[in-house]
């Protein structure tokens, strides 16, 4: 994948342009997983880049770094912030501030630095820990994607919100009093972190009578992108997946 430069606007700009000599710190969004749903200003910014950085899962691949490959040059120098897999958040907390002082050394030196974010990295992008250690300090520029609540909708046929609809977005680990407190008194919904969550997201919308407005989508945008009516979803989950309800008509129509 290459995109043509000419096309784009703006430029690319030479590094290191801000008043202070220090580089600057790009938050730049990849979308859900599909490479081409980068936009084309991601693009430009990773193909350029000489200094990317993006984290990594308990040592793991990192999915951000393999949505942008084939953009990266060969001389790219990486910055990897490998987050542990734990409930405590002592141990990611220092993942980031160890990513953070890296990120730091290379804008201090004048170069820019590329932090890669799933998704976008205002919502619930890990490229948020990094931005709350370095924005006060350093230039900071941020890149919106195309959002993973988006890509499932797409890929499911299921419009979300119209007029004056609400659109209410809950992460999967909430306590199952509170998921059906809140789905029982929304309109349209998005269940995101769904993962080892998913026995208990479905006991709630069961039990509120909402399983056949529901629709479960995994690994939307990817070649193993899976799209069901949650009574068809599997038992267990990965956690790439979301669950979309709506309370009006019936989403398959």
């Known amino acids: 994948m290459t995109i043509d430069d000419a096309q784009l606007t703006p430029t690319p700009h030479p590094p290191s342009q801000n008043q202070t000599g220090q580089g600057t710190l790009y ?13 084309l200003r ?3 910014l990773i193909e350029n880049a000489s200094v990317i950085a993006y984290p990594t899962l308990a040592g793991g691949d990192s999915f951000a770094r393999s949505i942008a490959a084939e953009l990266i040059a060969p001389s790219c120098r990486e910055i990897v912030m490998d987050v ?19 990120i730091a050394a290379v804008l201090d030196a004048g170069e820019d630095v590329i932090c890669l974010c799933e998704g976008d990295p205002f919502f619930y992008g890990s490229f948020m820990y990094v931005f709350a250690r370095l924005s006060g300090k350093y230039q900071v520029e941020v890149v919106p994607g195309v959002t993973s609540i988006t890509a499932c909708a797409a890929s499911a ?8 609809e609400r659109l ?3 992460p999967g680990p909430l306590p199952a009093d509170e998921l059906r407190a809140r789905i029982d008194g ?3 919904v998005v269940i995101m972190k769904v993962g080892r969550h998913m026995a208990k997201i479905r006991n709630v919308i069961d039990g509120l009578g909402l399983t056949d407005h529901a629709v479960y989508v995994e690994r939307a945008t990817l070649p193993q992108e899976v799209v069901l009516p949650l009574a068809d979803a599997p038992e267990k989950a990965p ?10 008509a019936d989403p398959w129509l």
């Open 157 to 164: 046929g299921m419009p979300l919100a119209a007029r004056n």
């Open 168 to 170: 209410t977005v809950l």
């Open 239 to 248: 956690y790439f997946s979301m669950i979309l309800l709506t309370k009006g």
């Open 27 to 39: 938050g730049v969004g990849l979308g859900p997983g599909a490479a081409d749903l980068m936009t």
């Open 186 to 188: 929304a309109e349209s």
């Open 84 to 102: 542990p897999m734990t409930v405590e958040r002592a141990p990611a907390q220092a993942a980031y501030d160890k990513g953070a002082a890296d």
């Open 42 to 44: 991601a693009a430009r």
